[in-house]
C-alpha cells in the first residue's frame, strides 16, 4: 500500500532547528540580520527535507498573488491555445503567473472556475464566456462587486460597462461573402453558430450584409443552425443544405471544423470544390493549409488578442477603479485559398440531393 509522503513546512524546518520560524523564513529569504553560518543550516536542512516554498501564501502576506486567471470555453482545436500562448507570454513578461481554467461550455462548471479563482485571490480574471453563460450572469456580477478586474475575450456577455477585446466577427463575415461574390458565386449559404453568443451572431449578420449589399437572395432556408463547431456538425448541415430544391454555389460557416465537415461531404458526393461549389470559413486553424483543396478562412489574430487582453487587464490593476479602458476590436484578415477560388459557371456537376 503506497503511503503519501508529508510536505515539509517552514514550521518543521524551524523545530529541528530550534529557531523560530519568522527567522527561518528570513534566512531562506536571504534577509540581512540573519548570520551567515545560520542561513547555511536553513539551506542545508531545507535541501534535505525536500523542502517548497509556499510562494503563493507570502505573496498573499504581501497582499498580492501575482497571479492572473484565465477561463476558456475549451482547448479544441487551435484559437483558445494560441489565445492562451498570447496570454502567457505577455503576463510572465510582467511578472504574473497564469491560472487556466475550462469550462467545458457549461455555465455551472464557469461559475466553480470562478469561485475558484476569486478564492486563490487573483489579481485579475480573463474570461471568454461559455455557450450556456447567458442562461445566468451574476457570477460575473460577483467578480464585479468583489472589484477584482475582468476583461473579457472573443466571446462577451450582453452585461453594460464591460471591458472587452473582440475580433471585428461582422467584417471578416462580410470579408469571406464578399470574397465568394467576387468568385461569381450568388446563391450562398451559410453554417451559423448559435445567435446567442456575440461572435457567431455578428458572423451571421455580417453574411447577411454582404448578400444584401449586392443585391443577392437571402433565402432563410439558406441558413443552417449548426448543433456544435464540430466536423459531424457540418455534415449534417451540408447533407441539410444539398437537400433543398434551389441548388447552392457556395458555403460560408462560421467554424473551421465544420467547414472541414460540409468538405468531407461534398467530396463523398463528387460535388468539385471549389468548381461546383465554392467553400469559405471562420477561424484559420492549422488543417486548414492540409485538407484538399486549403480552405479559405478567416483569421482571428488569436495570440494578439491574449496578448492585447492581458495587457488591458494590466492597465486595469495599474489605474485602478476609476479606469475606464476601451473596448478593443481587433481586424480579421482573410486568408483566401483554393476552396474558394476561380470559381466558373463551365462543365459544373449537377448536386446530389
Known sequence: MATTLKKTSLTDLARQLHLAPSTVSRALADQDGISEATKARVRKLAQELHYLP??????LRKGRS???????????????PAVMNGIEKVASEAGFNVMMCQSNEELRR???NIGTLLAAQVEGILLSVSATTYEDDQHLEQVRR?????????????LAQSTAVVLDDFQGAYQAVTHLIEQGCTRIAHLAGPQHLNTSRNRYLGYMEALRAHGLPTDERWTYALSAS????????MQHLLALDTPLDAVFASYAFSAA???????????????DLALA??????????TQPHL?????????????????????LERGPDYSPPHIVLKPELQIRNSSLHLTRENRMPQVA
Open 54 to 59: 509556499n510562494h503563493l501564501a507570502a505573496s
Open 66 to 80: 501575482n497571479t492572473l486567471g484565465v477561463i476558456v470555453p475549451h482547448i479544441n482545436g487551435y484559437f483558445f
Open 110 to 112: 464557469e461559475q466553480q
Open 146 to 158: 468583489q472589484g477584482t478586474p475582468l476583461v473579457f475575450f472573443d466571446r462577451v456577455p450582453d
Open 230 to 237: 464540430t466536423l459531424q456538425a457540418g455534415r449534417v448541415g
Open 261 to 275: 465537415g460540409a468538405l468531407e461531404v461534398l467530396l463523398e458526393r463528387g460535388i468539385r470544390v471549389p468548381q
Open 281 to 290: 470559413c471562420f477561424s484559420n486553424e492549422p488543417f486548414t493549409t492540409m
Open 296 to 316: 479559405t478562412a478567416v483569421d482571428q489574430q488569436a495570440e494578439h488578442m491574449g496578448a492585447t487582453a492581458v495587457r488591458l487587464l494590466l492597465q486595469l
